[in-house]
Nanobody
Framework: QLQLVESGGGLVQPGGSLRLSCAAS????????IGWFRQAPGKEREGVSC????????DYVDSVKGRFTISRDNRKNTVYLQMNSLKPEDTAVYYC?????????????????????WGQGTQVTVSS
């Protein structure tokens, strides 16, 4: 059973940065595309970014393009979300999720239905 653990959330001022981590133990992430999703109070959960199994393909929601960067280190079995130039509207609980995929070069944030495993989430609050 794949278990994902997010870390790195916290309180940051507008314009600041955070790096979220999504780590797995016991099960390799090599066979999974990884997505980051977020849910703000009173809003539906939305896809933020994803990275394919091999790391060659990434995708971002328009609102974070140019500010967030997703990456993965398969040796450490960890996926990262570097978040720069944070805005108050980035405030949300951030979740990572794993999608077991056959092809190395695909990932999606268009739907969360393909994701099989989810972490518990980490809170990100952007406020002065």
């Amino acid at each position: 059973q794949l278990q994902l653990v997010e870390s790195g959330g916290g309180l940051v001022q507008p314009g600041g940065s955070l790096r979220l981590s999504c780590a797995a133990s016991d099960v390799t992430l090599d066979n999974y595309a990884i997505g980051w999703f977020r849910q703000a109070p009173g809003k539906e959960r939305e896809g933020v970014s994803c990275v394919s199994r091999g790391g060659s393909t990434t995708d971002y929601v328009d609102s974070v393009k140019g500010r967030f960067t997703i990456s993965r280190d398969n040796r450490k079995n960890t996926v990262y979300l570097q978040m720069n130039s944070l805005k108050p509207e980035d405030t949300a609980v951030y979740y990572c999720a794993a999608d077991f995929v056959a092809f190395r070069g695909v990932c999606t944030i268009a739907t969360e239905n393909t994701y099989d495993y989810w972490g518990q989430g980490t809170q990100v609050t952007v406020s002065s």
